[in-house]
């Protein structure tokens, strides 16, 4: 079963279409790139991306990457567009074994997308199929935020706390969900703290990312000790993050025609991001994944907006939480150890700024945990799901 706008209704279905002349465009800035010289050090990530995976990537770009069957999977699923505030919102809608009730939201970040939870979709909406009970099965909406993919594009920054608002929107009035359980990671992860602070209908929330931190810092030998650890990774891979949070033009600059420059930026953060203590980038992200991932940025302009995005959230005001303040909604969080963005803090820190009711440690996995362990994620999702039955 699947979703089905209202006759003349405020939604539309939706199809992703590049034709071949679009695509040939942009294949062929790949060919004529001008190779710049590149650092001769031992490990090739050192200075930004590795030249030699990036040139790898582009020989399947221009190869093997299957265009048409990346457009084809790119529509697989019932996707729609509503206008919700002055803003076309692109989303899947799935409706499977729940039958039109359950509605979970998965919210992505920067630099995936919608495509994020494609593996997780089916398990999800379907569950009985891959061995589990049609009773764990959820209606699923997972938008493009504002500015990312097919989603329309703002014409200044906009930040997750004015996304969950459209979101919630979404959600309650164009979707007629009264009541929706969400998820989220990276900035999904802060739109849905957003939802779970401001919007009474979000009645639980998962995150795989900790985004909300208490004001006064920590207050406890385990928890400074993270926050030195927290510094010192920021030092080393969160250069990006200033530049776009500040200056987030410059980088459209560089980008914009660029879709090597792009490809370049958006595959640093999946290596420096993802766990690959036990296997190796490739096997972690397949290549024409990451491809497909990245030409929703090029294809759609995306580059550009969704580095806004960072300069969006500040102007909002940031993630500190005042006394009194925290996110209330009974929060659940996914602790996956190879994260390398923002590592797990100590749970005393996070009780602080969340109502933390359930707290997993993975055995493995990194940022993008629905793209890298989808098995675990949904096993997680599904578990957290029960308990708010």
């Given at each position: 079963?699947?979703?089905?706008?209202?006759?003349?209704?405020?939604?539309?279905?939706?199809?992703?279409?590049?034709?071949?002349?679009?695509?040939?465009?942009?294949?062929?800035?790949?060919?004529n790139y001008p190779w710049p010289l590149t650092a001769q050090v031992a490990d090739g990530w050192a200075y930004g991306c590795d030249p030699a995976y990036l040139r790898a990537l582009c020989?399947?770009?221009?190869?093997?990457?299957?265009?048409?069957?990346?457009?084809?999977?790119?529509?697989?699923?019932?996707?729609?567009?509503?206008?919700?505030?002055?803003?076309?919102?692109?989303?899947?809608?799935?409706?499977?074994?729940?039958?039109?009730?359950?509605?979970?939201?998965?919210s992505h970040g920067w630099p995936g997308s919608h495509y994020e939870f494609w593996r997780t979709i089916e398990p999800l909406a379907f569950p009985s199929r891959f061995g589990g009970e049609?009773?764990?099965?959820?209606?699923?909406?997972?938008?493009?935020?504002?500015?990312?993919?097919?989603?329309?594009?703002?014409?200044?920054?906009?930040?997750?706390?004015?996304?969950?608002?459209?979101?919630?929107?979404?959600?309650?009035?164009?979707?007629?969900?009264?009541?929706?359980?969400?998820?989220?990671?990276?900035?999904?992860?802060?739109?849905?703290?957003?939802?779970?602070?401001?919007?009474?209908?979000?009645?639980?929330?998962?995150?795989?990312?900790?985004?909300?931190?208490?004001?006064?810092?920590?207050?406890?030998?385990?928890?400074?000790?993270?926050?030195?650890?927290?510094?010192?990774?920021?030092?080393?891979?969160?250069?990006?993050?200033?530049?776009?949070?500040?200056?987030?033009?410059?980088?459209?600059?560089?980008?914009?025609?660029?879709?090597?420059?792009?490809?370049?930026?958006?595959?640093?953060?999946?290596?420096?991001?993802?766990?690959?203590?036990?296997?190796?980038?490739?096997?972690?992200?397949?290549?024409?994944?990451?491809?497909?991932?990245?030409?929703?940025?090029?294809?759609?302009?995306?580059?550009?907006?969704?580095?806004?995005?960072?300069?969006?959230?500040?102007?909002?005001?940031?993630?500190?939480?005042?006394?009194?303040?925290?996110?209330?909604?009974?929060?659940?969080?996914?602790?996956?150890?190879?994260?390398?963005?923002?590592?797990?803090?100590?749970?005393?820190?996070?009780?602080?700024?969340?109502?933390?009711v359930r707290w997993t440690d993975m055995p493995q996995g990194g940022h993008f945990a629905a793209m890298e362990e989808p098995r675990l994620f949904v096993d997680d999702v599904r578990a957290?799901?029960?308990?708010?039955?």
């Open positions: 079963m699947i979703a089905r706008p209202p006759a003349g209704g405020a939604w539309a279905p939706f199809e992703v279409r590049w034709s071949e002349a679009e695509i040939e465009a942009v294949l062929e800035k790949v060919r020989d399947q770009w221009t190869g093997a990457w299957d265009w048409r069957a990346a457009v084809a999977d790119l529509n697989r699923f019932p996707q729609y567009t509503a206008r919700v505030d002055g803003f076309d919102l692109h989303f899947l809608h799935v409706v499977g074994e729940a039958k039109g009730k359950r509605p979970l939201l998965l049609a009773s764990d099965a959820f209606d699923l909406v997972i938008p493009s935020l504002p500015g990312f993919g097919f989603s329309s594009k703002p014409s200044r920054p906009i930040g997750p706390r004015a996304t969950a608002q459209l979101f919630n929107t979404l959600m309650t009035q164009v979707l007629g969900y009264p009541t929706y359980l969400a998820q989220g990671g990276d900035w999904g992860a802060m739109v849905t703290s957003w939802l779970g602070r401001e919007h009474r209908a979000a009645r639980a929330i998962h995150l795989n990312m900790l985004w909300f931190r208490p004001r006064g810092g920590p207050a406890t030998e385990a928890e400074t000790a993270w926050a030195k650890a927290q510094e010192a990774l920021e030092a080393s891979v969160g250069g990006y993050f200033r530049l776009q949070v500040s200056r987030p033009q410059s980088i459209a600059w560089m980008g914009a025609g660029n879709p090597v420059g792009q490809a370049a930026w958006i595959a640093e953060r999946f290596h420096d991001w993802s766990d690959l203590r036990f296997k190796p980038l490739d096997e972690v992200h397949a290549k024409d994944n990451l491809l497909t991932n990245i030409m929703l940025y090029v294809m759609t302009g995306s580059f550009t907006t969704g580095s806004w995005f960072y300069r969006g959230a500040f102007d909002e005001g940031g993630f500190i939480v005042e006394p009194g303040e925290r996110c209330e909604t009974p929060t659940a969080f996914a602790s996956f150890p190879g994260e390398g963005r923002l590592k797990p803090p100590p749970r005393s820190f996070a009780e602080r700024a969340y109502n933390i957290w799901a029960r308990e708010q039955d």
